[in-house]
C-alpha cells in the first residue's frame, strides 16, 4: 500500500499547492508522475491483469479477431505485436496510449483542470490505466473527443466516438449522452437508440456473450453503488450551488440527477449497473467541465476547496479498494510490485 499512499499523498499536495496559481497546469502535471510511473511500470496489478494477460497471449497465437474484446482493441493488439511480442511490454504500451490520449484531451478541454483534477484523476485514473484498459482507452478517446466537440469540430468528435466504440461499447452511452446534454438536441437519444440497435445487430456475436457473462453477475452486496452515489450526488450538489451553472444548465443537471439514481437502483440487480454509475460520475465532470469551457466560468475558491475535500474523500475509498477485497484479504492491487518483479 505504501507505493499507493505516498502517490496519493504527493498529488494532493501539489494540486493544493497549484490551485490558485496561474500555471496549475505545471503543479496537475507534476502531481501526476507518481501515478503515471506506477500505472506503466506495474507487474501483474490489478484485478483484470492477469486475465488482460492470458488474453492477450491468445490474441496473438490465434493472429486474428478472437472476439474475446471489441475489435478496436483486438486490433489494436494485434498491431501492437508488431512492434513487441512481450505481453508485460505490449500491456506498458496500452497503458502509455491510455495516458497520452487522457491527458492531451484534459488540457485541450481545460488549462487550469479543477474537476480532472480533483475528482477525475484521484478516483478513476489508476483503474483506468492498471485494471480496466479497454474502458479507460476508450473513455480517455472520449474525452480527448469532448475537446473537438466543444471547439465545433463535430465530424472529428464522431469519428474518434465510433473509435471509442470499438475499444470498449459503453464508451457510446459515455459520448452520446454527452453529445445530447453539449448541444441540447434531444433528437439525438432517438439517433443514440437507433445506432445502439445497429451496434448490436453487426456485433451480435461477440454482444451475446459480454451479456451472458454480465448476466451472470449479480448486485454486489447491502452497499454495492453507495460510493459512486455519494460522490455523484455531491458532485452534482456542488455544481448546484453554483449560481451561474444552476442558471444556464439546471435541466442536465437534473437529468444527470435522475441518472446517478436509476444507475444506483440497478446495482441493486446486476452488477453492470454499477459500471454505468462509474460512468454517470465520469460524464457529469466531463460535461460540467466542457461546458464550463462553453460558458467561460470558473467556480469560486469555495467549490474548489469543496470539489478537493470530495476528491480526498474518494480517493480514500479507491484506497481501500486497494487495499483489500470485500474483506477477505488483500487485493490484486496489493502488494504493489513492478513488472520486473517476476515472483
Known amino acids: 500500500m505504501l507505493p499507493y499512499l505516498i502517490s496519493f499523498a504527493f498529488y494532493f499536495l501539489m494540486i493544493g499547492a497549484g490551485l490558485q496559481k496561474k500555471r496549475m497546469l505545471s503543479f496537475f502535471i507534476v502531481a501526476s508522475i507518481p501515478f503515471v510511473l506506477l500505472s506503466i511500470f506495474r507487474g501483474l496489478v490489478g484485478v483484470d491483469s492477469a486475465v488482460y494477460e492470458q488474453s492477450i497471449d491468445f490474441i496473438k497465437a490465434n493472429q486474428g479477431l478472437s472476439l474475446i474484446f471489441e475489435p478496436g482493441f483486438e486490433l489494436l493488439i494485434l498491431f501492437l505485436t508488431e512492434i513487441s511480442a512481450d505481453t508485460k511490454l505490449l500491456m506498458m504500451m496500452i497503458t502509455t496510449i491510455i495516458v497520452v490520449v487522457l491527458y492531451i484531451g484534459i488540457i485541450k478541454i481545460d488549462r487550469k483542470p479543477i474537476l480532472f483534477s480533483s475528482i477525475i484523476i484521484p478516483y478513476f485514473f489508476l483503474d483506468m490505466s492498471m485494471n480496466g484498459l479497454r ?3 476508450a473513455f480517455s478517446i472520449v474525452t480527448l473527443g469532448a475537446a473537438y466537440l466543444i471547439s465545433g469540430r463535430r465530424k472529428l468528435f464522431f469519428m474518434l466516438l465510433v473509435l471509442a466504440g470499438t475499444i ?6 459515455l459520448g452520446l449522452i454527452l453529445l445530447m446534454l453539449i448541444e441540447r438536441r434531444y433528437i439525438y437519444i432517438v439517433y443514440s437508440v437507433c445506432f445502439l440497435l445497429v451496434s448490436s445487430i453487426v456485433f451480435s456475436e461477440y454482444l451475446s456473450v459480454k451479456v451472458g457473462t ?19 450526488f455531491f458532485s452534482l450538489l456542488i455544481f448546484f450551488s453554483d449560481r451561474r451553472l444552476r442558471s444556464q ?9 435522475v441518472l446517478v439514481f436509476v444507475s444506483f437502483v440497478y446495482a441493486k440487480f446486476n ?12 460524464l457529469i465532470h466531463l460535461y460540467v467541465t466542457c461546458y464550463m469551457r462553453i460558458l467561460g466560468i470558473r467556480f469560486n475558491y469555495r467549490n474548489f476547496f469543496l470539489l ?5 474523500v474518494a480517493a480514500t475509498f479507491r484506497l481501500k479498494n486497494f487495499s483489500d477485497e470485500s474483506g477477505v484479504g488483500l487485493a490484486p492491487f496489493a502488494p504493489y510490485h513492478f ?5
Open 135 to 137: 474502458y479507460g482507452l
Open 168 to 173: 470498449q461499447i459503453s464508451s457510446l452511452l
Open 214 to 232: 454480465v448476466s451472470e453477475l449479480e448486485g454486489v452486496g447491502l452497499f454495492s453503488g453507495v460510493v459512486p452515489l455519494l460522490i455523484s
Open 249 to 257: 444548465i439546471l435541466a442536465p443537471l437534473c437529468f444527470l440527477l
Open 271 to 282: 452488477y453492470a449497473g454499477v459500471r454505468i454509475q462509474l460512468l454517470v460520475l465520469y
Open 308 to 312: 478537493m475535500l470530495l476528491g480526498i
Open 339 to 343: 513488472y520486473w518483479e517476476r515472483n
